[in-house]
């Protein structure tokens, strides 16, 4: 099953903002851990935040932390994250992903199901 994303609207502005969401039709968010990850041209897949299955911990990558807020609508079954204060290089692609537990792994090897993924681009 396909994690579908959604991109509140792209390119943007540096210090603008953007929200991502992603709507999941196929299981339960709140049954698992999930995240963000991005993965910049040319690179791997790195992880950037996350939100664990009861919604009471969230995890940010230091690059984003501060900027970045991920949450969760478990009436819409929908992951979002909120970008803002953005830069140049927070230009990638971005995923969002299941766990295959509870909680929240960085590792992206880790998880079982991946979006298709949304561009985000960020230039003047």
């Known amino acids: 099953q396909v994690l579908r994303v959604e991109s509140g609207g792209c390119p943007a502005q540096p210090g603008g903002s953007l929200r991502l969401s992603c709507a999941v039709p196929?299981?339960?968010?709140?049954?698992?851990?999930t995240s963000w990850a991005c993965q910049f041209a040319g690179k791997r897949l790195e992880w950037v935040s996350g939100?664990?299955?009861?919604?009471?911990?969230?995890y940010y990558a230091d690059p984003v932390k501060g900027r970045f807020t991920i949450s969760r609508d478990n009436a819409k079954n929908t992951l979002y994250l909120q970008m803002n204060s953005l830069k140049p290089e927070d230009t990638a692609l971005y995923y969002c992903?299941?766990?295959?537990?509870?909680?929240?792994?960085?590792?992206?090897?880790?998880?079982?199901?991946w979006g298709q993924g949304t561009q985000v681009t960020v230039s003047s």
């Open positions: 992903g299941r766990s295959q537990g509870s909680w929240v792994n960085i590792d992206v090897g880790e998880y079982d199901y």
């Open positions: 196929g299981f339960t968010l709140s049954r698992y851990g």
């Open positions: 939100i664990n299955s009861g919604g009471s911990d969230t």
